[in-house]
Structure formats: structure tokens, C-alpha cells
């Protein structure tokens, strides 16, 4: 076979993911795992029945239609009325994949030629970069800084070049818990139609903001036409094994998504698509208790993690917590993430690997919230131990 390396240079770097590989620490340590976002209880007990009973109903066991079944389709359009007012047709305006990252993935290798920049907020989710790269795009990243981590707009505008082909923005950010402001949106919203730029939206925490509303980019005046809104079941439901996710976006968008998605999955899981579309129906006391348990969560991890000693960055949204891990005397998050099931049976991630300028995250380690009160208590006893 040579001496050339059996990895294509594309994906050089990315052998495994931060998230398997702090999860196997965990699992093979004992610890506690505050590390891979997934909660430690399932989802409503009437959901998981409704996929049993397609099961066994024989609903969606042979492959479902390739945009996804009608019901799901329609009961997307139904959750985005609802929620923001926009209305989508579900017949030309949806489609359904496997989870939010086959939607990440099919939209950027359908979207982007060899050469195309990419402006996307850094930190940025692993998969992000790895599907830029697969596409043979370059990533170019705006920077969202310590301790506010708020997008500079005057330096989003000094990155669109002529190569500029999309942004991918993510809100509510993981892994800092950011929220866009109106005002931020705007400010972006205004830079893509300046520059006639598309624009990919990862909305897959919009049910988890803690402070103001989620807002969706799409509902901003001229972005309709030129964002590509992905979300999922994963998080909005504490089902995050199911890997149902979702494109909105105008009939010549989701067709382009669409294209790639066939030749990825063809389908995604069917009877899970039964279930979720009864989920995204449920009423609002659902998505009130939601956000009500986890907020509650989110404060319990906030004040055990700086009475551990942590500079914590509370966050507006999403089921992570950012922490500096400095005022410990440690410097590389890393290598704190590393040896921390040892030194006190906790697992996290270290944000660096979520970063190009590696500088301006290398004391950072994120806390997954998503977790019994109880077990969250204990982690805080034993990071109490540091
Ligand atoms: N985007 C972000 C920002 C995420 O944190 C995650 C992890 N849930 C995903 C996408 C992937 O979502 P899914 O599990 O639905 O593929
Ligand atoms: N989204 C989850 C996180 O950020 C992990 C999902 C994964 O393992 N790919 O922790």
C-alpha cells in the first residue's frame, strides 16, 4: 500500500472525535461523564411508546419516503408556525434526516464548491470543520471571545472575501451557551444580503434558552430566501440515539440539501420519524418543563463549579457550561480534561479542540448540564476535591 497515508489529506488530524474519545474515558474509568451532551434520562414516556408502537404497527420498517414521512413533514411546518411564525411547506420546504449532523453535512457538500470560504463561529462543533474539509472548502473562523463571547460584526465584515460562500452560524452556541441578540442577528442578516451570501443555521438548542427568546434567522427581513435552518429531536427531547433531524428552507434549497442527503442515508430511522412527530406536537407545558429543569440544572453545575474554583461563564443557552480552568493554576484544557477522571472521577471537554486560534481556547473546558440533579451534586463534590 505505500507510504501514502490511508486518511485523505482532507480529513488529516480528525482520526476521533473529542466526544467518543472523552466518553470511552469515562466509561472506562468510571467516571462521572459531564463530557458528550446527552442527558441521563430519556424523553416523555409517550413518545418512546409511540416509536414502539410504530414498530410494532409495522409503520415506517421499509425504508420511509426520501424527504421523510408526510406526517413528520407537516408536523415540522406546524412546530415553526407555532413557535416563530413562519410557515413552510412540507411538502417542498422540509426534509428530514439522519439527526442534525447528516443535515450539517448533506447542506455544506451540497452548497459548497472546492475553494469556497466558509465564515463560522469559533468555537465551532467538530462536525462543522470536518464537513467543510470534505467538501474541499477552507473554514475561516469569527471568533467568539472570552468572557462575553459576543461576534464582533465589524470583524465578520473584514472576513467576507470574494470566496466568501456561506456562514454557518449556530444559535445557541454550543459550547459557549451564547444567544444571539436581535441586534446581532440584524447585523448578520444584513452582512448576507449585502454580500448575497447563504447562510446555514444549527438551531438544534432552540429550546434551551435561558434568557430572552430564541430567534430564528430565518424570520429576519431577506433571509428566507437564503438560509438553510437545520434542527433535531436530540436535545429538544432527550432522545438523542434517535438521530431525527430536520431542514427548513425555501423548495431550490432543501432540493440542493436534498440531493446530497439521498446518496448519504437515502432515509433516515422510520419509526422514530412517528414519534417525533407527535413530540413536536406536544404542548407548551412540555417545552416550558424543559427549559424550566434545565435552568435549574444549569445554576446547581454554575455555582459547584465555581466554588470548585472555576471561572465560569454562565450560559444563556444550551446544556453546557464554559469554564476557565486558570484561577486553578492549570493553563491547557487538554491535558486538564486528560487526567481529570484520575485526579477526581469527572469527565469534560476541553473547548481548544472546538478552535483554529487554539490560543483563545486553550483554558477552556465545557460541562454538560443535561444530567439528574443528583448526579450533578456528586460531580460537584468531587470537583470540590481539585
Ligand atoms: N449541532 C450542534 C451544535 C450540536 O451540539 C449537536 C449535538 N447534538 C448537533 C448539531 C448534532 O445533532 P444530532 O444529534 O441531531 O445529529
Ligand atoms: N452534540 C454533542 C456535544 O456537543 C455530542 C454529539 C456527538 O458526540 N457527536 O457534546
Known sequence: MGTRPLLNRRLEGMGSTIFAEMSA????????????????????????EAAARAVLDGRGNQYPPGPGIPELRAAVTEHQQRWYGLSYDPDREVLITAGATEAIAAALLALLEPGDEVIALEPFYDSYAACIAMAGAARVPLTLRAPG????????????TPRTRLLLINTPHNPTGTVLTPDELRGIAELACEHDLLVITDEVYEH??????????????GMRERTVSISSAGKTFSFTGWKVGWVTGTPELVAAVRTAKQYLTFVSAGPFQYAVADALRLPDGYFDTLRADHLRKR????????????DVYRPDGTYFITTDITPLGETDGLEFCRKLPERCGVVAIPNVVFYDN?????????WAFCKRDDVLAEAVARLGRL
Open 299 to 310: 445554576d446547581l453545575l454554575a455555582e459547584g463549579l465555581a466554588a470548585a474554583g472555576f
Open 208 to 221: 434551551l434558552v435561558f434568557a430572552g427568546a430564541h430567534r430564528p434567522l430565518a424570520a429576519l427581513p
Open 149 to 160: 463571547f459576543r461576534p464582533d460584526l465589524d470583524e465578520l465584515r473584514t472576513l467576507i
Open 358 to 366: 487554539t490560543e483563545a481556547g486553550r483554558s477552556q473546558v465545557r
Open 25 to 48: 474515558l469515562a466509561v472506562a474509568t468510571g467516571s462521572i461523564n459531564l463530557g458528550q451532551g446527552f442527558p441521563d434520562t430519556d424523553g416523555p414516556r409517550e413518545i418512546a
